[in-house]
């Protein structure tokens, strides 16, 4: 097998690995919402970044002083702080939402950054891409709008006031799903420029799970409330999310980072179903759509990678 084929396989090999993180991420909103209403929306979120990190930690285990030497600062500091950021506005977010339906909007909203992934991508020239990227990228906050606007108040007003209204219901929520669609992608491409190889999730997850517990210690947050399938509901989200980012990790470094973002787009329909059935919630016609133009605007958007 010559070089050129050997390399070809691996990242092939990577890029699967990397897509195995679309199934994982398509079970955490549902499973991330019953568990803040039984332990909190930072308590919950702690708990869950604290398996996760436990999880990762058993496998890999810390990584030593020589190895952390080799790694750039920028992707330690920078992609270190973004990963926590981002992980903290999405669980809080939908620790937040006033019920389950609104939980599953918030869900979409995050569901913006494999489209603005790319578009990241090609502006920071690591991504070459065509004109009708940009459409692709309206497609997508089109849907996002159909999304919101099921939860709106109908009113007489213009759709864009009903819209306003809805979110201003609960502004902070809405402003940590938006911040954690804009974190993820910078994340990505940061990773990708200054990873060099080294897979830094064990150590971003302990961030994680810091940041969260002090931020828990000091607040007056509600009690816990344990029962046996709020642990069994906990692991699995923790051990989905450390498989899912790990795997992530390895493949933005290691694959096809377009094919990657190619399939990272039906993770808001697989989301979606799972959480619908999960929290027992059946959306309406408008979300749906919404649903299906936030992934057919991705698959645009990916498209315009194509050459």
């Known amino acids: 097998m010559s070089d050129l084929t050997a390399k070809a396989a691996q990242v092939r090999r990577a890029t699967l690995i990397g897509l195995i993180a679309v199934v994982c991420w398509s079970c955490t909103v549902g499973l991330m919402r019953s568990v803040a209403e039984a332990l909190g929306a930072l308590g919950g979120a702690a708990v869950l970044y604290s398996v996760s990190a436990g999880f990762v930690l058993m496998v890999k285990g810390l990584p030593s002083r020589t190895q952390l030497r ?3 600062r920028v992707y330690l500091l920078a992609c270190g702080l973004l990963f926590a950021f981002y992980e903290i506005c999405l669980s809080l977010a939908i620790g937040l939402a006033h019920d389950r339906p609104q939980s599953l909007e918030l869900g979409m909203i995050n569901y913006l950054w494999p489209s603005l992934t790319i578009v990241l991508a090609v502006v920071c020239r690591q991504q070459r891409a065509r004109w009708w990227l940009w459409p692709g990228a309206a497609l ?3 849907g996002l709008v159909m999304v919101m606007g099921e939860g ?3 009113s ?3 759709w864009w006031r009903n819209l ?7 502004p902070l929520a809405y402003a940590l799903a938006f911040g954690a669609a804009l974190m993820w992608p910078a994340y990505s491409v940061l990773a990708r420029m200054f990873g060099g190889g080294f897979n830094g999730v064990g150590l971003f997850l302990i961030l994680t799970a810091a940041l969260l517990w002090l931020q828990w210690l000091a607040v007056d947050a509600p009690p816990m409330q344990w029962s046996w399938s709020v642990v069994a509901q906990v692991l699995a989200v923790g051990g989905a999310t450390a498989l899912g980012y790990s795997c992530w990790e390895h ?7 377009a094919v990657m973002a190619a399939g990272s787009y039906f993770t808001p329909v697989l989301s979606a179903l799972w959480a619908s059935v999960w929290l027992s919630v059946q959306p309406g016609l ?3 759509q919404g649903v299906v133009l936030i992934t057919g605007g991705s698959l645009v958007c990916w498209w315009a990678t194509r050459h």
């Open 70 to 72: 080799g790694v750039s």
């Open 140 to 142: 997508c906050l089109w």
């Open 152 to 154: 709106a108040q109908a």
């Open 156 to 158: 007489a007003a213009p």
């Open 164 to 170: 306003g209204t809805h979110m201003a219901a609960n």
């Open 251 to 257: 493949g933005i470094q290691r694959g096809n980072l």
């Open 286 to 288: 408008p979300f749906w």
